[in-house]
């Protein structure tokens, strides 16, 4: 029998459209989010991204300011739009779109964000209330991913959840909320030995690792529900995603398709945020 398709396009519309009535009541109160969006370089990828972001933004009534610098941009100017951006009230969301250039250090530029305007969750003051368990802002893949095991009603409680990645984008957050919800989680990597010997134990299987259809039916329980997160583009241009969807659907008993699945759930995750961010500082909470 065939997996239950996990429609995160669909959930994704639903959230929207109650987020665009948030908006709505913020306008009326004179209250109008705003999302800035530092794009550094050429990845197209990461350019694919932000203009879902900005398209998203436009949808749902949210500003949005997009700042695109070039490659060769300096750490200096970049701390600099991000101070700006950090004292202007009108701004209520900040994103440095990831990866960096390599010559940037992604770890020092996530740190000059305001917590409170943090809304990918990324630093190190978000990820620290997340491991204490009162989350600020929950990074927005993960926190997408929990949304949709929610919404199919997917009970994690004592269920064998496996992450194959461990990025704070996804991997580390996700194992995180996972934990919360009382699931026992195994964090496997690109070191992790007998790599399928541990998957096939998984209830939940999580993958976020940008290896295309990587994981295969041989690697999957019988049942499992399987999350798939990568995005890769295939040799035609096509996208994929970490998980042989066709062979794998066969064997689980829900699944996430790329694209359609994890993807526009992470942006509507993005627009909570925004909101979220937007009330907090106007001491709407």
């Given at each position: 029998m065939s997996a239950e398709i996990i429609d995160g396009k669909l959930l994704a519309s639903k959230?929207?459209?109650?987020?665009?009535?948030?908006?709505?009541?913020?306008?009326?109160?004179?209250?109008?989010?705003?999302?800035?969006?530092?794009?550094?370089?050429?990845?197209?990828a990461s350019q694919k991204y932000v203009s879902f972001k900005e398209k998203t933004c436009k949808e749902l009534?949210?500003?949005?300011?997009?700042?695109?610098?070039?490659?060769?941009?300096?750490?200096?100017?970049?701390?600099?739009?991000?101070?700006?951006?950090?004292?202007?009230?009108?701004?209520?969301?900040?994103?440095?779109?990831?990866?960096?250039?390599?010559?940037?250090?992604?770890?020092?530029?996530?740190?000059?964000?305001?917590?409170?305007?943090?809304?990918?969750?990324?630093?190190?003051?978000c990820l620290g209330k997340l491991l204490m368990d009162t989350p600020l802002f929950i990074p927005c893949t993960p926190k997408g991913v929990l949304r949709m095991l929610d919404e199919y009603k997917i009970n994690l409680e004592g269920k064998n959840a496996v992450v194959v990645g461990r990025s704070i984008i996804v991997g580390k957050p996700l194992s995180l909320l996972l934990l919360k919800r009382n699931s026992t989680v195994t964090v496997c990597h690109s070191k992790t030995k007998e790599l399928r010997e541990i998957t096939k134990k998984a209830d939940i299987l999580c993958v976020a690792i940008g290896k295309e259809k990587f994981?295969?039916?041989?690697?999957?329980?019988?049942?499992?529900?399987?999350?798939?997160?990568?995005?890769?583009?295939?040799?035609?241009?096509?996208?994929?995603?970490?998980?042989?969807?066709?062979?794998?659907?066969?064997k689980a008993s829900y699944i996430t398709p790329v694209p359609g699945g994890v993807g526009p759930m992470t942006i509507a995750m993005l627009m909570e945020n925004t909101i979220y961010a937007t009330k907090l500082q106007r001491g709407l909470l």
């Open positions: 959230i929207k459209e109650e987020l665009k009535k948030e908006v709505h009541n913020l306008k009326d109160q004179g209250i109008k989010p705003c999302l800035a969006v530092v794009l550094v370089g050429e990845n197209k009534g949210i500003e949005s300011l997009v700042y695109r610098l070039p490659e060769n941009t300096d750490e200096a100017n970049l701390i600099k739009i991000i101070d700006g951006l950090n004292d202007n009230p009108q701004v209520n969301g900040i994103l440095v779109q990831l990866p960096l250039p390599k010559h940037l250090n992604q770890q020092k530029i996530l740190e000059k964000i305001n917590p409170s305007k943090d809304v990918d969750g990324f630093t190190p003051y994981i295969n039916a041989s690697m999957v329980k019988e049942g499992a529900v399987v999350i798939d997160i990568g995005i890769n583009v295939t040799a035609d241009g096509k996208v994929a995603g970490d998980v042989a969807f066709n062979e794998v659907k066969e």
